[in-house]
């Protein structure tokens, strides 16, 4: 009699926490599925041992599953055989995304997943990056980074990152999830956030100035905007601009805090800069 492959253990170095609660699961996967359009494809970050895999694959007719961890494709491939799923064995940091949805025949990509917590920054830089492509991300975090990412201006939580996505998409966070919903049980509790591409939601026409802006002053984020964006007085001044010119035209008080300023202000800061001269 042929045995069933043993579950693989979980891996603490690929932020290997499963997922076991049904009803989280199907939520999920019924969230980041909807409004399928015909030529989107529908991508998962990390399907582990298959616990989101499964119901996933009841909502599309075709699912692209990127995991890191050898031993977990194996699993997979002897345990998930359904002609709906294409599995690849790679590091969805190194995946080139444009090239997968050439490959796949779609214009624009869905992205699911429970995502392991140390790559979820460099994964949502990522998809930053490739707002014109990934129409949707439904994407389960550790809760004190979903709260970052909808944090209003003035607070703490309000950060680089909440900027940066704020640019280029509407993010909300759909629920909360215990500890206790995951093997093994991490410390942290988990939110499942959605964020919806729309790369020009606030518009900027230069986004290298705007990034460089932003990262200026989250760079001292204590610091006010008169220190903390000295970085930019080189290009002020090749433009004739001071920083309190560009201040009193951008409308902005020069004495606030990275946190303070709004998208649409970093927003004008940038036009203010690129316009002048
Ligand atoms: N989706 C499964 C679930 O919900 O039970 C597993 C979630 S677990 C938090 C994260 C999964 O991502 C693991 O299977 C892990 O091996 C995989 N992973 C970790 N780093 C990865 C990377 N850079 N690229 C692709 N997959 C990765």
Same mark, same amino acid.
């Given at each position: 009699m042929s045995q069933k492959p043993s579950l693989p253990r979980a891996r603490k170095r690929f932020g290997q926490h499963f997922l076991v609660d049904t009803q989280v699961l199907e939520a999920i996967a019924a969230l980041g599925t909807k409004?399928? @359009? !015909?030529?989107d494809r529908v991508i998962e970050i990390g399907p582990g041992r298959g616990a989101l895999t499964r119901p996933l694959l009841s909502h599309v007719d075709r699912l692209v599953a990127i995991e890191i961890d050898r031993d977990l494709v194996a699993y997979l491939r002897e345990n998930l055989t359904d002609h709906k799923l294409h599995l690849i064995e790679g590091d969805v940091l190194s995946v080139d995304l444009d090239a997968l949805a050439a490959d796949e025949g779609a214009s624009r990509l869905l992205v699911v997943g429970n995502l392991p917590y140390n790559i979820s920054a460099p994964v949502l830089f990522k998809l930053r990056d490739h707002a014109h492509l990934v129409r949707r991300a439904v994407l389960t975090l550790q809760r004190e980074v979903a709260e970052r990412l909808v944090a209003a201006p %003035? %607070?703490? /939580?309000?950060?680089l990152v909440t900027v940066l996505l704020g640019q280029c998409a509407h993010v909300e966070i759909h629920q909360t999830i215990p500890p206790g919903a995951f093997r093994p049980v991490p410390k942290v509790e988990s939110a499942v956030l959605e964020i919806r591409f729309e790369p020009q939601r606030v518009a900027v026409q230069n986004m290298v100035l705007f990034e460089r802006v932003v990262r200026a002053a989250f760079? +001292?984020?204590? /610091?006010?905007l008169r220190n903390s964006l000295q970085p930019l007085t080189d290009t002020l001044k090749a433009r004739g601009l001071s920083l309190e010119d560009m201040a009193a035209e951008a409308q902005i008080? +020069?004495?606030?805090? @990275? !946190?303070? +300023?709004?998208v649409d202000q970093y927003a004008t800061l940038t036009r203010v800069i690129d316009t002048a001269g």
């Amino acid at each position: 009699m042929s045995q069933k492959p043993s579950l693989p253990r979980a891996r603490k170095r690929f932020g290997q926490h499963f997922l076991v609660d049904t009803q989280v699961l199907e939520a999920i996967a019924a969230l980041g599925t909807k409004d399928q @359009a !015909e030529n989107d494809r529908v991508i998962e970050i990390g399907p582990g041992r298959g616990a989101l895999t499964r119901p996933l694959l009841s909502h599309v007719d075709r699912l692209v599953a990127i995991e890191i961890d050898r031993d977990l494709v194996a699993y997979l491939r002897e345990n998930l055989t359904d002609h709906k799923l294409h599995l690849i064995e790679g590091d969805v940091l190194s995946v080139d995304l444009d090239a997968l949805a050439a490959d796949e025949g779609a214009s624009r990509l869905l992205v699911v997943g429970n995502l392991p917590y140390n790559i979820s920054a460099p994964v949502l830089f990522k998809l930053r990056d490739h707002a014109h492509l990934v129409r949707r991300a439904v994407l389960t975090l550790q809760r004190e980074v979903a709260e970052r990412l909808v944090a209003a201006p %003035g %607070g703490r /939580k309000y950060s680089l990152v909440t900027v940066l996505l704020g640019q280029c998409a509407h993010v909300e966070i759909h629920q909360t999830i215990p500890p206790g919903a995951f093997r093994p049980v991490p410390k942290v509790e988990s939110a499942v956030l959605e964020i919806r591409f729309e790369p020009q939601r606030v518009a900027v026409q230069n986004m290298v100035l705007f990034e460089r802006v932003v990262r200026a002053a989250f760079s +001292l984020r204590r /610091k006010m905007l008169r220190n903390s964006l000295q970085p930019l007085t080189d290009t002020l001044k090749a433009r004739g601009l001071s920083l309190e010119d560009m201040a009193a035209e951008a409308q902005i008080d +020069l004495t606030q805090r @990275a !946190e303070n +300023l709004s998208v649409d202000q970093y927003a004008t800061l940038t036009r203010v800069i690129d316009t002048a001269g």
